[in-house]
């Protein structure tokens, strides 16, 4: 089955710095790619994804790049603001969705201000 | 609109006992599905529906865990014999089809003592 490795799990970065978490899989299959937030006590809230037909995602602040060859994929956030500060999910998916997601252990943003 | 909603929030049991556990998706979403997340992980895949029929079972633990969806809107996770290590929270998913957008509820945190 797939297996999703995410790194790191803590990272600690500045207000105003970017932030890069990274996810590798095993499942060449795989092609959809979303990131979910989660803050603590509450549910994973989707924040982007990419499908395995495009290299990369752009949403305001937020940017995901795919390599199918290498089979990794990155969460790009820029200029952080402390409302970042969660623990962000990759995962993957064999069918588009149509599947049930195999999630990364997860990384702990922590936004210093 | 509503979004997915399940229940109770909390279930402490103890050991051996009988659970029911519940997940209402977003109404007209064809697929639901259930993971489980222990402290400190990503949710883990269980089992997901698509409609009334289990198209996926295989992240089930074993045969305690058992799920159903009569009517393909609302589903519940059923978990006989429950051991302290079941302690977790349990999370729902649905998606409509032809999308692969998973939308969450807030879970249930289930706790055996």
């Known amino acids: 089955g797939e297996n999703v490795e995410q790194h790191p799990s803590t990272l600690s970065v500045q207000e105003g710095d970017s932030a890069v978490i990274k996810c590798t899989y095993s499942d060449s299959a795989s092609n959809y790619f979303p990131w979910y937030k989660q803050e603590l006590g509450k549910r994973p809230q989707l924040i982007i994804d990419?499908?395995?037909?495009?290299g990369e995602k752009k949403d305001q602040r937020i940017a995901v790049t795919l390599n199918k060859t290498a089979k990794h994929f990155s969460l790009h956030i820029t200029e952080t603001q402390p409302e970042d500060s969660a623990v962000y999910f990759c995962?993957?998916?064999?069918?588009?969705?149509?599947?049930?997601?195999?999630f990364g252990k997860g990384t702990h943003l922590i936004i210093q201000p | 609109g509503a979004g997915v909603s399940q229940t109770p929030s909390n279930k402490v049991t103890e050991k051996g006992k009988y659970v029911e556990l519940r997940c209402d998706p977003i109404s007209g979403h064809t697929a639901l599905y259930w993971y489980r997340q222990s402290l400190g992980q990503g949710p883990e895949f269980l089992i997901y529906?698509?409609?009334?029929?289990?198209?996926?079972d295989s992240g089930l633990p074993n045969d305690r865990f058992f799920a159903v969806r009569p009517e393909g809107s609302v589903s519940t996770l059923k978990i006989q014999r429950t051991e302290r290590g079941d302690s977790a929270v349990y999370l729902c998913?649905?998606?409509?089809?032809?999308?692969?957008?998973?939308?969450f509820g807030p879970g249930t945190r289930l706790t055996v003592l």
């Open positions: 990419i499908r395995s037909n495009v």
């Open positions: 998913a649905s998606s409509s089809a032809g999308t692969d957008t998973q939308y």
């Open positions: 529906f698509q409609g009334t029929g289990a198209a996926d």
């Open positions: 995962a993957a998916s064999g069918r588009g969705g149509a599947d049930g997601l195999t």
